[in-house]
């Protein structure tokens, strides 16, 4: 079954929308006291930076990072951004960014800690790596498309199977076994007429994976 969906770092158009919601922030003016000016820009420079990051990024850690590590990086980060360190210092708006600083990194190590959480979140940034969909519910009816079609043309039924594997194909592209199926349904309804196409289709099942039999 397809994963919960979990918060993955954002696309071009949400990190505009993110760099937006906290412009009043990073656009403020430092304030006069030396100190407070000095935490202020290491403030607006470290959020700036950790917008739109992913959860290994805010961490700064590596994708193979233990729980281990994944805590010490925590805790160290925690230290600098929790209000205490900032106690007596008087940063305006800037004290809402360290709040956010903070969450970020609760956040981040909250699904890094967890196995569950992580695996999903991994799956997600997998994904859009490569492009594809992380809507589950998109996911899921590509899903349920495929195997309709796949049934279809297991029953020797290509016509039907066609149209509902090409859906399945575009709304979950990449996905090697439907590219797959949909080689074998449109041969088997357009015979040697459809041969070059359905066999790109299945060239390109290969491709993203070698080792699936249902291919050859």
Known sequence: PAPAPVAAPAAKSELASELDKWAHVL???????PRAREAAVEIATALKRALGQDCYAVL???????PEVVRKAYFDLAKRWHSDRFGGLDLGP????????????????????????????DFV????????????AVIMEAE???RTGETYVRRGQADAAEPLLRRAVAMNKGEPEFLAWLGFAIYGARGTAGLLEARDALQQALKANEKMDVAY
Do not use: C, S, W
Not at 60 to 66: C, E, N, Q, S
Not at 95 to 119: S, V
């Open 27 to 33: 656009r403020a003016p430092p304030p006069a006291d």
């Open 60 to 66: 700064g850690v590596k994708r193979d990072a233990t």
């Open 94 to 121: 800037f004290a809402k960014g360290a709040e956010e600083l903070f969450r970020m990194i609760d956040e981040a190590q909250r699904t890094l800690i967890d196995p569950k959480k992580r695996e999903e979140y």
């Open 125 to 136: 940034l997998d994904r859009k790596a490569k492009g594809l969909p992380t809507d589950v």
């Open 144 to 146: 349920n498309l495929f």
